[in-house]
């Protein structure tokens, strides 16, 4: 496999899936999780610098592609946590291979057909106008967990190019409302609590599927917290996950 | 002087839309509730109007052309347009550019629809294959951009495989799984139309024309890049094994013909800059939706190819100079349309007016080019369009048919229940053969 992936930590494995952006860097929110096991965060085909396979055409083919990556890397029973697209990708895997799973997190998750709540469309944005949202108006604030210098264009563009791969045409998995029943491991949604790419109706609605009796909230230090919340607020919605996984 | 082609294209804008300062792009979310009935008919009225003109004056076709979900062109359909408009004239080419393949659930329809169309209209039409821009891909619920260059490229190939083998046949590809395919009817001309792939310059579309034999139809871009696409098509097509034919190169200018240079200026500067400031603004991310673009396209187009530079600042003397506008009197035009295809080394072009153009404007400007321009570019002595020149497809009279049409020899016969066999169009018969009644 040609896979590029960050790994820190000692304990039980967690398996961290981003988002679409903040590639190519050790976040703080990877420090801040690491503290709580054996962390790894790889890179989605096409993303970073893992390459773009011919193969990816849809979730399936990433559902496999991790299931063979936590085989390669020996990681058993691990604990999931996926962020917003990486939270969609999260569920499907839990959906297929729930025994895996030692707790799933998801953290402003992407993947539901949630009528009358339709998320942002961000392929219809700048980058600049997609910070802007994901981070509620602080975007320099962050700048150190975005920027790609002068290939921030080409970065960008081949990154929104494999996620449309998979998420253009639906952009949500009708199917995953049914097939999350069979996730048997404790879960847990964390929101934002002004999230401007995704309404709040989303975690909401994974909350009810996975039997979450509430959702939890991740308050911002200045300002509320948006979509790009583990920018924002690297240590404690690390703190929030930690609440699940246990470890230290 | 070298010898021209000329389409005219016909120009179906629905012009009464707001202006772009107040929304970001066209094409995607521009409200239709801006479309009115009565100046729709409009449209359509100066289309059949234009294409008339277009075929009174000796143009060698008419060109539409297909957009989805924006006022630029009404035609979610060219072919659907080019039906109409075949049965409205009697010799002129009808270009439709073109059917958008990846809006088609399967490529198979489409060939339906360009057999009949090149049926109907005597064999007369010619079909643009583009890729379709950026924009579109967000209304069209059918194709993924991401996915749409790989199965463009797939539709195309099957719908070569439909032109040049007979069926049935199986198609199985990573975009269609077709078990039989077997379409009827297949095109007038043989093995198939003339195809245009208009492409602003990305090695995957000329690289898909010149292994086919198709035209280039040179979208307009920055002139060096233009010329160096031209260029590299012709050494594609020898890498095909063949030397490209002039007409596999079309330009595309904007020409305007009036009296005199300065009459020409004051006729159409104005639509000229309508046109620029606004309907050419998408925003980068909606023209070049993800995958849209080859990553080694991106970086070329970013280097200086297809719009790189903002078009809404143009001026008209960066117009006339760069050769995007051809516009003054006859004999500048003359010279200036020799010069600018001669460099390029097209054999056709499509001369376009400003979208915003009054009608009774654009026909002035086209009979003008029709009498002072065009016959310095057809052959000497010999003023006749493309389609007067050669033979039409298909015969004319019943009598042609008769003679020419071979005689069907394994249908007409027929086993009665009690035993007889009876020759459908033979001595018992009770009826004559239909075919050979028909009237042309």
Redesign the interface.
């Given at each position: 496999m040609d896979v590029a992936y960050r790994r820190q930590g000692a304990g039980e494995p967690i398996l961290h899936l981003h988002g679409v952006g903040m590639t190519r860097r050790w976040l703080p929110f990877h420090e801040a999780l690491s503290q709580y096991g054996d962390l790894v965060a790889p890179e989605h085909p096409g993303f970073g610098d893992t390459p773009l396979p011919d193969w990816l055409?849809g979730f399936d083919d990433l559902v496999l592609h991790y299931a063979e990556l936590a085989d390669l890397l020996d990681l058993g029973p691990l604990h999931l946590v996926g962020h917003s697209f990486g939270g969609w990708i999260a569920a499907e895997i839990a959906a297929f291979y729930p025994e895996r799973l030692r707790s799933l997190t998801l953290i402003a998750p992407l993947g539901l057909r949630v009528p009358g709540h339709t998320p942002t469309d961000i392929?219809?944005?700048?980058r600049e106008r997609y910070l802007d949202l994901c981070l509620n108006g602080r975007a320099d604030a962050y700048a150190d967990q975005f920027d790609e210098g002068d290939e921030t264009?080409?970065q960008s563009?081949?990154e929104?190019?494999?996620?449309?791969?998979v998420a253009?045409?639906p952009r949500y998995d009708h199917k995953l409302d049914r097939r999350l029943g069979r996730v048997r491991c404790p879960a847990q949604v964390i929101a934002a609590q002004e999230d401007r790419i995704l309404p709040r109706a989303h975690a909401d609605r994974y909350a009810e599927i996975l039997g979450v009796a509430a959702v939890a909230t991740v308050a911002g230090k200045d300002g509320p917290t948006g979509h790009g919340l583990i920018a924002q607020e690297a240590e404690r919605t690390a703190e929030q996950v930690a609440t699940l996984i246990g470890g230290r | 002087m070298h010898e021209l082609e000329f389409y005219s294209m016909v120009d179906a804008t629905y012009l009464w839309f707001p202006p772009a300062d107040d929304r970001e792009s066209i094409g995607i979310d521009l409200s239709n509730s801006a479309y009115d009935p009565d100046l729709g008919q409009r449209v359509y009225d100066r289309v059949l109007a234009s294409t008339r003109k277009a075929e009174e004056l000796g143009f060698d076709g008419a060109l539409i052309f297909e957009q989805h979900n924006h006022p630029l062109a009404l035609f979610g359909n060219a072919l659907t347009g080019a039906a109409w408009l075949a049965g409205e004239t009697e010799g002129i080419r009808i270009a439709a550019v073109g059917p958008i393949a990846n809006a088609y659930l399967s490529p198979v329809r489409l060939a339906e629809e360009i057999a009949l169309v090149d049926m109907v209209s005597g064999g007369r039409l010619t079909v643009g294959l583009p890729v379709g821009i950026g924009v579109q891909y967000h209304a069209q619920g059918v194709t993924n951009p991401a996915h749409a260059r790989s199965r463009y490229r797939e539709a195309v190939a099957l719908l070569h495989r439909i032109w040049t083998e007979d069926g049935p046949f199986a198609w199985e590809g990573d975009h269609f799984h077709i078990p039989y395919v077997n379409v009827w009817p297949k095109p007038r001309q043989q093995p198939h139309p003339p195809v245009f792939i208009p492409a602003a310059g990305s090695r995957e579309s000329l690289e898909l024309a010149a292994k086919y034999g198709f035209t280039y139809q040179a979208i307009l871009v920055p002139r060096p890049v233009l010329l160096r696409n031209c260029e590299t098509f012709r050494e594609l097509c020898r890498q095909s094994g063949y030397e490209a034919d002039p007409k596999q190169i079309t330009a595309v200018l904007e020409v305007h013909v009036s009296e005199s240079d300065r009459e020409a200026q004051r006729e159409i500067e104005h639509h000229e800059l309508w046109g620029v400031q606004n309907v050419f603004r998408f925003p980068f991310h909606e023209s070049f939706p993800p995958g849209h673009v080859s990553m080694a396209s991106l970086r070329g187009m970013m280097a200086g190819g297809y719009r790189s530079s903002d078009p809404s600042k143009l001026t008209w003397k960066e117009m006339i100079d760069s050769g995007s506008v051809i516009a003054g009197s006859p004999e500048t035009v003359r010279e200036r349309l020799a010069e600018v295809t001669g460099e390029m080394g097209a054999g056709r072009v499509i001369v376009t007016e400003p979208w915003s153009a009054p009608t009774w404007l654009q026909h002035k400007s086209i009979t003008l080019l029709a009498e002072e321009v065009m016959p310095h570019f057809r052959p000497k002595g010999d003023g006749r369009a493309v389609w007067q020149r050669e033979p039409r497809a298909g015969y004319r009279t019943a009598t042609e048919f008769v003679a020419r049409a071979p005689r069907y020899a394994g249908m007409p016969v027929v086993n009665t229940p009690d035993g007889r066999r009876l020759e459908l169009y033979g001595e018992d018969g009770l009826t004559t053969n239909p075919m050979e009644e028909a009237q042309p």
């Open positions: 055409e392929f219809r944005m700048s264009l080409f563009y081949a929104l190019t494999a996620f449309a791969k253009w045409n | -």
